[in-house]
């Protein structure tokens, strides 16, 4: 047991760890698809939309480093070989998408398989009385909900 657990009690569940683990996946997969959609995006919304998409995956690589850091601090390795996410991520790769209400619709998807996870981790999380992880993916969702809101508003 790590420093971190002894001094905290929390002992998490496999189920939490794995949870934890897909999202992680999850995320990396995404991440690398709002880099191909902000390098590919072309056409009159490129500007806002390039810019946008640059903003997201910055806010992803952020939210990727405090997943994996959770998982170190509840005494997991977090995967590294992208290789081993595409077995456990159920966001899939995308090719070279240079429309913006397709590259628009894959942002959404995408966030509304992260924002799934994220509740399923909250719930997992209950149980073992792990507040931490909980508050971590409240703050993910308060910003990826209002992203959605928007997303919805700017489509019309």
């Known amino acids: 047991m790590n420093n971190v657990l002894k001094i905290t009690k929390v002992n998490p569940s496999k189920e939490l760890i794995g949870k934890l683990e897909a999202l992680l996946a999850n995320m990396q997969i995404f991440y690398t698809n709002l880099r191909a959609l902000h390098w590919h995006i072309e056409g009159k919304q490129f500007f806002e939309l390039h810019k946008q998409y640059e903003n997201l995956y910055d806010e992803m690589a952020e939210q990727i480093d405090e997943v994996a850091e959770r998982l170190l601090q509840l005494g ?32 959404e998807e995408g966030y509304g398989v992260l924002i799934s ?24 969702l308060g910003g990826q909900e209002k992203l959605i809101w928007m997303l919805n508003a700017y489509k019309g």
Do not use: H, Q, W
């Open 117 to 140: 996870l994220e509740r399923e981790i909250i719930d997992a999380a209950e149980p073992v009385k792990d507040e931490v992880t909980t508050d971590l993916m409240v703050g993910f």
């Open 76 to 107: 997991a390795k977090p995967e590294n070989k992208f290789s081993e996410y595409l077995k456990i991520s159920s966001i899939k790769e995308i090719g070279k998408v240079s429309d913006a209400k397709e590259g628009i619709a894959i942002v």
